[in-house]
């Protein structure tokens, strides 16, 4: 069973979402009890989530954490296609590790954001989640 006494002491939050603390609460015993999970670099606007098993549809659980937590998309993966034309126009190499999260994603679609963030479930098992 996960430890939430440090989401309790931080009051982890994302008031901005309306996503208050019991809500942030009840998502990650909601996903404790589906997939195992445990947390780090909890702070009151951010905590990371590692899964321990994962569904297999991973399409459905990137769009149920951008819905918990927009910021995951909106101001992170689904602005990847902005770096990817920065590092073009400066001459920077894409390294493997991002070669890897852009895997089989089409970035001509609006939800490429999602895509990523799929991958990023499928290869890393933890998605940090931040509100501002």
Known sequence: MINLEVIKHYQTNGINCDVTTKDV???LQDWDRRFGVTISDVEHDQVTVY??????????????????CPDVIDQGYGCMDDMLSMM???????NE???????????????????ILANVLK???????WWD
Do not use: H, W
Not at 51 to 66: G, M, S, V
Not at 88 to 94: A, M, R, T
Not at 97 to 115: C, K, S, T, Y
Not at 123 to 129: A, G, P, R, T
């Open 25 to 27: 609460i009840n998502k």
């Open 51 to 68: 899964f321990q098993t994962l569904p297999d549809n991973l399409q459905e659980l990137a769009i149920e954490i951008y819905d918990f």
């Open 88 to 94: 073009s126009e400066s001459g920077q190499e894409i």
């Open 97 to 115: 590790e991002i070669r890897a999260l852009l895997e089989g994603v089409d970035m001509d679609n609006p939800d490429f954001g999602l895509q």
């Open 123 to 129: 290869i890393e098992q933890k998605v940090s989640l």
